[in-house]
């Protein structure tokens, strides 16, 4: 599993470094760790780009808003995912925005994906104390 051998701290910043294939993950304390990416993901030759979420206010506290991406979109499926790759929720919305909550969450920085069930938008947001 990547980062399994990472201390269970929360994390400030994400970096990749595509030359390397090199994660770089910085905590709220003065640590850096780096993860090399070779032996952990490969993706295929060919892959459909990422739409840019939109995701405010940035860094949050206790709510986060997202756009939805796809203006003719009925409905869409999100997940919100940790920086080791955990879905920590999932739900689905309808219209132009939606408000999801995360007070219970750990202050460090999150990804959330949104899917139309045939295109995908991705956006990070950071949970600040």
């Given at each position: 599993?990547?980062g399994a051998?990472?201390?269970l701290?929360?994390?400030?910043d994400?970096?990749?470094?595509?030359?390397?294939?090199m994660l770089?993950?910085?905590?709220?304390g003065?640590?850096?760790y780096k993860?090399?990416?070779?032996?952990?993901?490969s993706?295929?030759?060919?892959?459909e780009p990422?739409?840019?979420l939109?995701?405010?206010?940035?860094p949050a506290?206790?709510?986060?808003t997202?756009k939805?991406?796809f203006s003719?979109a009925?409905?869409?499926?999100?997940?919100?995912?940790?920086?080791?790759g955990?879905?920590l929720?999932?739900?689905d919305f309808?219209?132009?925005e939606?408000n999801?909550?995360i007070h219970?969450?750990?202050p460090?920085?999150y990804l959330?994906l949104v899917?139309?069930?045939?295109r995908?938008?991705?956006g990070?947001f950071?949970r600040?104390?």
């Open positions: 599993m990547l051998d990472l201390p701290v929360p994390v400030c994400l970096a990749f470094h595509g030359g390397e294939r770089v993950a910085a905590t709220y003065r640590s850096m993860v090399y990416l070779n032996d952990f993901v993706l295929p030759e060919k892959s990422l739409e840019v939109n995701v405010f206010p940035n506290q206790k709510v986060v997202i939805n991406p003719e009925k409905s869409l499926d999100f997940e919100i995912l940790d920086i080791t955990k879905v929720q999932r739900g309808s219209g132009d939606v999801i909550e219970d969450f750990l460090g920085s959330i899917s139309d069930g045939q995908k938008a991705s990070k950071i600040k104390n």
